[in-house]
């Protein structure tokens, strides 16, 4: 009798993640969107800041020939991973990818090929691991240290929204990785309406029956985007704005960049239950 592997065993984790909840063309595409309408900028460097994996520099790179990023991540295993998965069969990316496993809070640039960048990107709610005010401010004082005086950009994703702030746990969401179906589920089971914080979970679940529960973990603070913001300013950028997304069905699979407005006071967006936003620091370019 032969006992086959059960499907969770199959796929490395780091390749479901991207699958279930990364879509790095978008961020990408906010990315140059933001940099030209804010700046009329078209960026040279990228520091993904928890970048995982680096999937979003890897499409980053592939669209700026002669661009550069930096991806810093305190996991190591999941650097290595995104090093052989995106990087390593292709040169012309591979020579231009620096990951670095270091503390966002406390990056050191010796290992980074430039100690200014054109952006300063954080993707999925990354930064609301910092519990305290003072934690975030000298997250936001270190990357405007970070950043290009020629003109440059800080962008956090942020999600919001009363269906982020219950205890509640998604539909599945179908994916597959190198032939192996599997359903995504977002499962946030606990909010502290006093702290305003969240554990959430994802889960993965396969057809065979067998699952991984939880596959990831967070622990999180909600960050409002006026906090969010005014601490920016604080931390010494020109000037702030956000790009917003309300959450509606129809845009399950298919939100893309354009589905953002523009706003500085928030007049005119119109609210649904959850919604995603990047919030952006501007560094003008000094005269
Ligand atoms: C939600 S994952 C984000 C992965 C991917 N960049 C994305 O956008 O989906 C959060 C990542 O942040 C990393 N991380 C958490 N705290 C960190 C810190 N203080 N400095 C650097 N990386 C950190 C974790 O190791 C993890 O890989």
Redo the contacts with the bound molecule.
Sequence with gaps: MTISTPLCARVSLFDM?EAA??SPSVDVDAIVRICDEELAMTPQSLK??????G??SATFLEQFPNAIAVG????EV?MKHGRRKHFQANSQLDSRMTFVK????NPSTKAMPVDRFSVIFG????FF?FKKRTMLLDYFKTARSMLDETGSVFILEVMGGPNCQIIAEDEPRGCEVDGVDFDFIWRQSNYNPVTNELMAHIDFEFPDGSSISPA?S?DWRFWSVPEIREAMEEAGFSRTVVYWASLYEEFEDGLTADHYSRTTDGRGIDQAEAWLAYVVGVVEPTP
């Excluded at 993904?48 to 994996?53: A, H, L, Y």
């Excluded at 810093?72 to 996991?75: F, S, V």
């Excluded at 993707?123 to 990354?126: A, C, D, L, R, V």
Aim: aromatic share 22%.
């Design positions: 993640y909840v990364q993904e800041d928890f970048s995982g994996t999937y979003i810093l991540d305190l996991d999941s270091q503390d966002v809070l993707g999925n709610y990354s691991v990831f967070y």
